[in-house]
């Protein structure tokens, strides 16, 4: 990867992980803005942590593999948002919100009508996801 596509890769990482505190009316936007420059520089470290020291599979070879598991976690907020997590989150009750322990550096956003079983109640709930290519 050029090292203009690693910041743009992590800037958009910054964004999309920062995207529950955005909605946060409590948070100044300059604390915001400072949250996800420090999420993106964290994040573009691992990038280029990642790259050089293990054998990261390019996109395109994705579809070689026949399939790939993921152990991890999901949780669900008081919003109905979905996350799926590397590691066991714990709630952040002043915030309202399921976290991890790295900035929210190893969650996704999920769309909130997968896995409907699990609510804020009973999360977080741990999974092994199955990734496979699509069929041509």
């Known amino acids: 990867m050029k090292p203009e596509e690693i910041t743009k890769l992590a800037e958009e990482y910054a964004e999309d992980a920062t995207k529950v505190m955005a909605g ?3 948070l100044p ?9 420090d999420v993106a ?3 573009e470290e691992v990038i280029r942590w990642l790259l050089r020291t293990h054998d990261i599979v390019k996109k395109s070879k994705m579809e070689e593999a026949e399939e790939v598991t993921i152990d991890g976690w999901v949780a669900r907020n008081k919003d109905n948002s979905l996350y799926l997590f590397k590691a066991e989150p ?3 009750s002043p915030r309202g919100y ?3 322990h790295l900035m929210s550096i190893g969650c996704f956003s999920i769309p909130s009508e997968s ?4 609510t804020f109640d009973n999360s977080p709930i741990e999974i092994t996801l199955t990734l496979k290519p699509k069929k041509k």
Do not use: M, T, V
Not at 115 to 118: A, L, R, S, V
């Open 24 to 26: 946060d009316p409590d």
């Open 29 to 37: 936007a300059s604390d915001l803005n400072g949250i996800k420059r």
């Open 41 to 43: 520089e964290y994040a």
């Open 90 to 92: 714990w709630y952040n």
């Open 98 to 100: 399921w976290d991890d």
């Open 115 to 118: 896995f409907p079983h699990i």
